[in-house]
């Protein structure tokens, strides 16, 4: 079992940069992150194989999200750029030791969440 933590949420304006990291998983879990907006579903932000090759983006957040990870110290990062007030949200990391799991975008463990407000 591993435990996951995120950290780097806040408030920012539209347009600003937040960096969210997630502490916890080590090289074998895949990685995602997710985001659930007030009185919406979670969503599927972004994923990472286990060796930080495969990558998988949403849509709307292809040009403006980097997702990566530092396997020396156990810690995936969400780089988001051009933030929009729609991406307002608590965002969740999530592992998984399936190597497809950043294809399926289905995670067994998950963190607890950090919230992320974008302002216009």
């Known amino acids: 079992q591993v435990q996951l933590e995120e950290s780097g949420g806040g408030l920012v304006q539209a347009g600003d940069s937040l960096k969210l990291s997630c502490a916890g998983a080590?090289?074998?879990?895949?990685m995602g992150w997710f985001r659930q907006a007030a009185g919406k579903e979670r969503e599927f932000v972004a994923s990472i194989s286990r060796n930080g090759v495969g990558i998988r983006y949403l849509d709307s957040v292809q040009d403006r999200f980097t997702i990566s990870r530092d396997h020396a110290k156990n810690i995936a990062f969400l780089q988001m750029s051009s933030l929009k007030p729609e991406d307002t949200a608590i965002y969740y990391c999530?592992?998984?030791?399936?190597?497809?799991?950043?294809?399926?975008?289905?995670?067994?463990?998950w963190g607890q969440g950090t919230q992320v407000t974008v302002s216009s």
């Open positions: 999530a592992a998984d030791t399936s190597p497809t799991a950043w294809i399926r975008k289905e995670y067994e463990y």
């Open positions: 080590d090289g074998s879990y895949s």
